[in-house]
């Protein structure tokens, strides 16, 4: 990680301790695991909220205000909403993506969950994707999420990865594997 996304990721690190820690007292984490979803969403569809976040040509008032307007919409609640208008007046709004992956990390721990990262040749069937959350869940003890892609480079199998640990099946490591292998004979 960069040193900029590291820091960004430690500040966001701390308000989205906070933010948790108010909604669980509050009782509101489905609210809180809502307001997650719709602002990731939101980010994820606006460049203008995106634009607003990472620019440091708003000023914290027209930051905060554009913040409160976003988060009655959205419909947020107290916690997050509070959250939002700290930062806002802080000028941290820019580490917000580092702040919803760590609520939805603290929301998916709370929950027993955790998120596998699945990069396979060709989709996954549903069936296919059963068995593998299945057998996950068989070792990590854990509700497992899978959060599925596609690359076609991999000519067949998957990558898995789960927290530290990654698993590859793919045939281009097997291939690149062997490769490897031929190099040091010759």
């Given at each position: 990680m960069s040193e900029p996304a590291s820091i960004s990721a430690a500040i966001a690190g701390r308000y989205a301790t906070a933010i948790f820690e108010l909604a669980r007292d509050a009782k509101g984490l489905k609210a809180l695991e809502a307001d997650v979803a719709a602002l990731g969403e939101a980010l994820s569809g606006s460049a203008d909220l995106r634009d607003l976040v990472g620019s440091p040509i708003y000023t914290r008032d027209q930051q905060g205000a554009a913040?409160?307007?976003?988060?009655?919409?959205l419909g947020l609640s107290g916690p997050m909403t509070n959250g939002?208008?700290?930062?806002?007046?802080?000028?941290?709004?820019f580490t917000l993506p580092?702040?919803?992956?760590?609520?939805?990390a603290r929301i998916a721990d709370e929950k027993g969950e955790v998120t596998a990262e699945v990069t396979s040749a060709t989709a996954l069937t549903a069936t296919q994707a059963d068995k593998l959350a299945k057998t996950l869940k068989a070792q990590t003890g854990k509700t497992v999420k899978l959060a599925m892609s596609v690359d076609e480079n991999l000519i067949g199998g998957m990558i898995v990865k789960l927290g530290?640990?990654?698993?590859?099946?793919?045939?281009?490591?097997?291939?690149?594997?062997?490769q490897n292998a031929m190099k040091e004979v010759g």
């Amino acid at each position: 990680m960069s040193e900029p996304a590291s820091i960004s990721a430690a500040i966001a690190g701390r308000y989205a301790t906070a933010i948790f820690e108010l909604a669980r007292d509050a009782k509101g984490l489905k609210a809180l695991e809502a307001d997650v979803a719709a602002l990731g969403e939101a980010l994820s569809g606006s460049a203008d909220l995106r634009d607003l976040v990472g620019s440091p040509i708003y000023t914290r008032d027209q930051q905060g205000a554009a913040i409160a307007a976003l988060a009655k919409k959205l419909g947020l609640s107290g916690p997050m909403t509070n959250g939002l208008a700290l930062m806002s007046a802080k000028r941290r709004l820019f580490t917000l993506p580092h702040l919803l992956a760590g609520l939805a990390a603290r929301i998916a721990d709370e929950k027993g969950e955790v998120t596998a990262e699945v990069t396979s040749a060709t989709a996954l069937t549903a069936t296919q994707a059963d068995k593998l959350a299945k057998t996950l869940k068989a070792q990590t003890g854990k509700t497992v999420k899978l959060a599925m892609s596609v690359d076609e480079n991999l000519i067949g199998g998957m990558i898995v990865k789960l927290g530290s640990r990654m698993i590859d099946t793919s045939v281009a490591a097997k291939l690149a594997s062997l490769q490897n292998a031929m190099k040091e004979v010759g």
